[in-house]
């Protein structure tokens, strides 16, 4: 079972960034999908943003213009920068990747166990 690793996360004020970064490691052929989701305590986990191999993203309306998702297929690396963070972006932030080739077969929904991102006012 190939376990996603995700870091970056930690405490910032209003207004200032952070990138988060998640590699898939082991021997990965490529991956199909890879994104971002956040889950704030007492509420449901919401994507934030996707990037196919592709290239192509889709982004939450709420982090439209403040975050970037960008990836490197040749490291199974997926990035998240976020800027002008504000206090109801504090949430646990998971990785997550689909379709993911090994030499084993394809394996989907994988995810990270997460990190978190706090931005205090």
């Known amino acids: 079972q190939v376990q996603l690793v995700e870091s970056g996360g930690g405490l910032v004020q209003a207004g200032g960034s952070l990138r988060l970064s998640c590699t898939a490691p082991?021997?990965?052929?490529?991956?199909?999908?890879m994104g971002w989701y956040r889950q704030a305590p007492g509420k449901q986990r919401e994507l934030v943003a996707v990037?196919?191999?592709?290239?192509?993203?889709n982004y939450a309306d709420s982090v439209k213009g403040r975050f970037t998702i960008s990836r490197d297929n040749a490291k199974n690396t997926v990035w998240l920068q976020m800027n002008s963070l504000k206090p109801e972006d504090t949430a646990l932030y998971y990785c997550t990747a689909d379709g993911l080739v090994t030499k084993i077969g394809v394996m989907y929904n994988v995810w990270g166990q997460g990190t978190q991102v706090t931005v205090s006012s």
């Open positions: 082991g021997n990965i052929f490529s991956i199909n999908a």
């Open positions: 990037i196919t191999s592709g290239g192509s993203t």
